[in-house]
């Protein structure tokens, strides 16, 4: 059974950093794309940053500068590295596994963390 993990979510002044982190087991780590997505309260979830299996990234407009996103292999974590926090990052963050078998996607979800931002 998948499942992922994430940590190091708090709450924190306007410019501070947090990294979060989502650890996954019960798949094979290395084949999978990792994301990160957010959902602010009455909002849509969105995506904020991803990370393919190739270590290619791509990141929303909003948190282009700002954000860094990477992943161990070794340790099946992918980390969001958030710096110069604003208060329109507050969010529920969830970190998300998802690769394509036999024409099929498979997905997971963390149970999120809770990032604010005060200002």
């Known amino acids: 059974q998948a499942r992922l993990v994430e940590s190091g979510g708090g709450l924190v002044q306007a410019g501070g950093s947090l990294r979060l982190s989502c650890v996954a087991s019960?798949?094979?780590?290395?084949?999978?794309?990792m994301g990160w997505y957010r959902q602010a309260p009455g909002k849509e979830r969105e995506l904020v940053a991803r990370?393919?299996?190739?270590?290619?990234?791509n990141y929303a407009d909003s948190v282009k500068g700002r954000f860094t996103i990477s992943r161990d292999n070794g340790k099946n974590t992918v980390y969001l590295q958030m710096n110069s926090l604003k208060p329109e990052d507050t969010a529920v963050y969830y970190c998300k596994a998802d690769t394509l078998r036999l024409s099929t996607i498979l997905d997971y979800w963390g149970q999120g963390t809770q990032v604010t931002v005060s200002s």
């Open positions: 019960g798949l094979t780590f290395g084949i999978y794309d």
């Open positions: 990370i393919t299996s190739g270590h290619t990234t």
